[in-house]
């Protein structure tokens, strides 16, 4: 059974640091990962979609890698900023021809602070 | 356009009451799926839908049903409120593709009491 986990499980920072978010997976047998951004009270936002043959994805100041063998994803968000303060999911997609449904992470928590 | 919609918002029921969740989609998806996200958690799946009058069980299918009479709605039922059933519902909607990338609905919060 997929398990993915997100460290750390919070973070606060100043703003304009750059920091690094990151998440494993135990099957590195998956279709793709998505990061996800989820504000409080909120439905979840598509940041970014890695297929699993590509090794990171870039939208902006964020940048998302993809290291299927080792079971590893990070996701890095350069100068940071007080709106980029929410929730951040990690989720794979598996193999499964079926359903293609997503396995996610528990978050991290992040605060920007001005 | 207005994408993945969820009815209702907010709900609060008493143990052993029913209700139904109602997940709409505009954007003529084939697959369609229902999350619970609780506290500190991420979100896992309970049922979903490859199409049209199909359903399948996700992880967390106990104490749920679901219907897609339609293929633009997907229905999740809980016939007997638990406690353990208070939780954030979120739908979400895809179609095969390169990504089969999925689109959610803003959650419905279910207080059970």
């Known amino acids: 059974k997929q398990e993915v986990t997100q460290i750390p499980a919070a973070l606060s920072v100043p703003e304009g640091e750059n920091l690094v978010l990151n998440c494993s997976f135990t099957?590195?047998?998956?279709?793709?990962l998505q990061w996800f951004r989820q504000d409080p009270g909120k439905g979840l936002t598509s940041l970014l979609l890695?297929?699993?043959?590509?090794r990171e994805q870039t939208s902006g100041r964020l940048n998302a890698s993809l290291d299927k063998s080792s079971g590893r994803s990070t996701l890095y968000i350069a100068a940071s900023q007080p709106g980029d303060s929410a929730t951040y999911l990690c989720?794979?997609?598996?193999?499964?021809?079926?359903?293609?449904?997503?396995?996610f992470g528990s978050g991290t928590r992040l605060q920007v602070q001005p | 356009n207005a994408g993945v919609t969820q009815t209702p918002k907010f709900r609060v029921l008493k143990t052993g009451q029913s209700m139904t969740l109602l997940c709409a989609q505009d954007?003529?998806?084939?697959?369609m799926y229902w999350y619970r996200q609780d506290p500190g958690m991420g979100l896992r799946l309970i049922h979903y839908?490859?199409?049209?009058?199909?359903?399948a069980k996700g992880e967390v299918p106990d104490g749920y049903n679901v219907s897609r009479l339609k293929k633009q709605n997907f229905l999740l039922g809980l016939e007997s409120a638990a406690p353990s059933q208070t939780s954030v519902y979120f739908c979400?909607?895809?179609?095969?593709?390169?990504?089969?990338?999925?689109?959610f609905g803003p959650g419905t919060r279910l207080t059970v009491t």
């Open positions: 979400a909607s895809g179609k095969p593709g390169s990504s089969y990338e999925q689109y």
């Open positions: 099957d590195s047998a998956i279709y793709n």
């Open positions: 890695i297929q699993s043959s590509q």
């Open positions: 989720a794979v997609r598996g193999l499964d021809t079926g359903r293609r449904a997503l396995t």
């Open positions: 954007m003529n998806h084939e697959y």
């Open positions: 839908s490859v199409g049209e009058g199909t359903t």
